[in-house]
């Protein structure tokens, strides 16, 4: 079945720029589209936005232009990329598949990888 | 902006029926799923497209969404049940998602 696999730095100097990449394994990541989601310590989840195959992707406003999203089907992955990071962007970052984008819910998800932000 | 309402906390016996809302304005309107996301794991789905239950999850779990409030409930909770609860809700005509604040469902 198909599984995700998140990497990526687990440290990050505020005002600088975060990058994780999702692997997907078990699947073609021709055939869905992908999601980040992310969840501060003892807090809840967030949306951070979702990515078609082709490379189009839509962000939560929230984010103020911070996020970009790639995806690389050679490889079998997509990526995020977090500008300005600050101590409020410390959370578990999770990658999910939308099953189906015409009615949006995540039915696999990767374990999460952390990410805090601290100079 | 919109925005979707979760009570913080939900107590239930076990055995009983535990009922989680979620409100929103409108959320009938929209497409409405569920999370289950229990200490230290990652969430995992137990309601999709507002009253579908994935392959393999257990029948107890059902869910509704009509008007304002979209509804989990689970009956005959376990106490494997115990765990938070995230509603999700999709808007088309924005393409954005928003999740509630989540619940954490106590099963004493």
């Known amino acids: 079945q198909v599984q995700l696999q998140e990497s990526g730095p687990g440290l990050v100097k505020p005002s600088e720029t975060l990058s994780l990449t999702c692997t997907v394994s078990?699947?073609?990541?021709?055939?869905?589209?992908w999601s980040w989601i992310r969840q501060p310590p003892g807090k809840g989840l967030e949306w951070i936005g979702y990515i078609y195959p082709s490379g189009i992707s839509t962000h939560n406003p929230s984010l103020q232009g911070r996020v970009t999203m790639s995806v690389d089907t050679s490889k079998n992955q997509f990526s995020l990329r977090l500008t300005s990071v600050t101590v409020a962007d410390t959370a578990v970052y999770y990658c999910a598949r939308v099953a189906e984008l015409d009615y949006y819910y995540m039915d696999v998800w990767g374990k999460g990888t952390t990410a805090t932000v601290s100079s | 902006s919109y925005d979707l309402t979760q009570p913080p906390s939900v107590s239930v016996s076990p055995g009983q029926t535990a009922s989680i809302t979620c409100s929103g304005d409108?959320?009938?309107?929209?497409?409405v799923c569920w999370y289950q996301q229990k200490p230290g794991q990652s969430p995992v789905l137990v309601i999709y497209?507002?009253?579908k239950r994935p392959s393999g999850m257990p029948e107890r779990f059902s869910g509704s969404n009509s008007g304002n409030t979209a509804t989990l409930t689970i009956s005959g909770t376990q106490a494997m049940d115990e765990a938070d609860y995230y509603c999700?809700?999709?808007?088309?005509?924005?393409?954005?998602?928003?999740f509630g604040g989540g619940t954490k469902l106590t099963v004493l």
């Open positions: 409108e959320l009938g309107n929209k497409y």
């Open positions: 078990g699947g073609s990541i021709n055939r869905y589209c």
């Open positions: 497209q507002d009253t």
């Open positions: 999700q809700a999709w808007d088309r005509s924005t393409a954005l998602v928003l």
